[in-house]
């Protein structure tokens, strides 16, 4: 059978895509091929009210798990609460949902050996065939991209007795740092069970997830909770976008329309990838034409918008990373989250104003002046010696 679309890869952005397709244009003959047992693999994607439309929050209502209407932040020298909405999707919830909606139009535990524009060739030598193929297989290492990274080991736990939160931890800084940013991330799904991660924003990742397990053990017990059991783990590192050659990036990619952190589609500053996910979704759905180059060129140019549009927070990325010494990399974040909400929603659903970033960066710089002058200088791989 040639299919209308075949989608490479079944994790956020192409399940997402498969999904809207059906919703939206059910008569198309779409495959969405995973090579792992499940679609959406093993994570928790979590996002603001602020992120989506009206009409997006709808049609991803029922992959949502849990909502929150505000979020705390820590600090050494600061703590806060956003009257901001926040909510959460299980990879578990995920597969449920979406896997029951294919059906038959999914494929799992199929390999991928090799991969045109217009076809795939699965590992026991079947090939594939449809107008166009989106590759979504997770991020691709590029020498055109210079990256930081952003390790975690995510826990979720059950616990003894209710831990008494109301509303999840966004960042809490008020552990011992190291080798770069470090904060834990806690999102109480019930009165007794927590999702803790340990997060590093790191140059490089050398931590072991035993050390990480260890870290999420030590905050667990710092709160005065018992752990009973360990019903789910997460591990994962995200890309964060220091500077790059959106031109060579895309070069790399020889006109394959590709989707998620593949396409370069993620809040480069946090790592959030959903809204950009179900923008990508919509849009497919909104097409008339499968064409391989057309949704390539397309695609390419949405990447595009979204590279120039954060060109801000790459330039935040660097004075995060290479200003200052990695132990005090928190108190750019604490003098962040001193801001006002609306600067701070904007800024997670990558929208912040012309005067939102001169906000931003006045006043006395909590890194070292000259420090920060020269990170913001280094726009480009070639400023690290990287070469074409």
């Not at 059978?1 to 809207?20: C, E, K, S």
């Not at 959406?40 to 049609?59: M, V, Y």
């Not at 220091?242 to 989707?259: N, R």
Request: proline share 5%; aromatic share 10%; with cysteine.
């Amino acid at each position: 059978m040639t299919y209308d679309l075949i989608l490479a890869g079944g994790g956020l952005a192409n399940g997402l895509i498969a999904w809207r397709l059906k919703q939206q244009r059910p008569a198309w003959r779409v495959l969405c091929i995973e090579a792992q047992k499940l679609i959406g693999g093993n994570h928790t994607w979590s996002f603001h009210d602020g992120d989506l439309t009206p009409e997006q929050h709808d049609w991803l209502a029922p992959l949502v798990v849990k909502r929150w209407p505000c979020y705390d932040v820590h600090f050494p020298a600061r703590s806060r609460r956003l009257n901001s909405g926040y909510a959460s999707i299980t990879s578990e919830r995920f597969a449920e949902v979406i896997g029951a909606e294919l059906g038959d139009d999914l494929r799992v535990g199929q390999r991928i050996i090799d991969l045109t524009p217009t076809s795939v060739t699965l590992a026991n030598g079947e090939r594939v065939q449809a107008r166009a193929v989106i590759d979504g297989r997770g991020a691709r290492a590029s020498a055109r991209m210079v990256l930081g990274h952003q390790a975690f080991v995510g826990q979720l736990l059950r616990l003894q007795a209710p831990h008494g939160l109301v509303a999840p931890i966004i960042m809490d800084a008020r552990v011992a740092q190291g080798q770069g940013y470090r904060f834990v991330y806690v999102l109480p799904f019930s009165p007794d069970t927590v999702l803790i991660e340990d997060t590093h924003y790191v140059d490089r990742h050398t931590l072991s997830p035993d050390q990480l397990r260890a870290h999420i053990a030590e905050y667990a017990e710092a709160q005065g909770w018992a752990v009973q059991a360990c019903l789910r783990e997460e591990t994962g590192v995200l890309p964060i976008t220091l500077a790059g050659d959106f031109e060579g990036f895309w070069s790399e990619a020889q006109g394959h329309p590709l989707s998620g952190l593949r396409a370069g589609l993620f809040h480069c500053t946090t790592g959030y990838s959903l809204p950009h996910a179900v923008r990508l979704a919509d849009w497919v759905a909104q097409q008339h034409d499968l064409d391989a180059s057309v949704l390539a060129a397309g695609i390419r140019s949405i990447a595009y918008k979204i590279w120039r549009s954060q060109r801000f927070y790459r330039l935040l990325n660097r004075m995060l990373f290479l200003a200052g010494r990695p132990e005090y990399r928190w108190q750019v974040m604490q003098r962040f989250y001193g801001l006002s909400d609306g600067l701070i929603c904007r800024f997670y659903a990558g929208q912040n104003s012309f005067s939102d970033k001169l906000r931003v960066l006045s006043g006395k710089p909590p890194v070292p002046l000259g420090e920060a002058v020269r990170a913001m200088l280094r726009y480009h791989p070639r400023h690290y010696g990287i070469r074409e």
